[in-house]
Every structure is written in structure tokens, then in C-alpha cells.
């Protein structure tokens, strides 16, 4: 991965966790937390939407931040289920 991609990859992951954060409101995790889900909410987002739904939200930033949000809301979801027990 070149550096490009790596600050792109962390970019998007950040809006992406700030996002999923706000719109869960009380699940942000912080900056570096924000990160870490928006980044693993990209991986579940895409898995999700394009295997096991066949959608496709565009390719475009705009997309690729939409797909990262929807996949970091799933992994808030989870982490909730899992902070309740």
C-alpha cells in the first residue's frame, strides 16, 4: 500500500467513524477510535453491501464514504450488543 492510499484509507475511515458516531449518538471513541471503526466499518460495509446484498452505492467518494458509514453503523451495532452484557 503506498502512502497515498494509506492517508486516503485513514481519511475516509475518520469521516467515516465521526459520522457513523454522530449519527449513534454516546458511540463516539475518539479520534483514533473513530478511525479504527470507520476503517473496519469500510471492510464490513463493502463485504456487506456488495456479497451478501449486490449493491453497489457508487464509486465515487462519495459512495466509498457512504459504504464505510453504513459498514461502521453494523460495527457500532455490534459493539453495542456486546457493552450491554
Known sequence: MEMNELIFT?????VAGWLAGVIRHGYGF???GNIVIGIIGAFVG??????VL???LGGGLLGVILTAVIGALVVL???GLF???
Not at 485513514?10 to 475518520?14: K, N, P
Not at 463493502?46 to 456479497?51: A, D, I, K, M, N
Open 83 to 85: 457493552k450491554r452484557n
Open 46 to 51: 463493502s463485504w456487506l453491501l456488495r456479497t
Open 77 to 79: 451495532f455490534l459493539i
Open 10 to 14: 485513514l481519511i475516509i475511515g475518520a
Open 54 to 56: 449486490h449493491v453497489s
Open 30 to 32: 475518539g479520534l483514533l
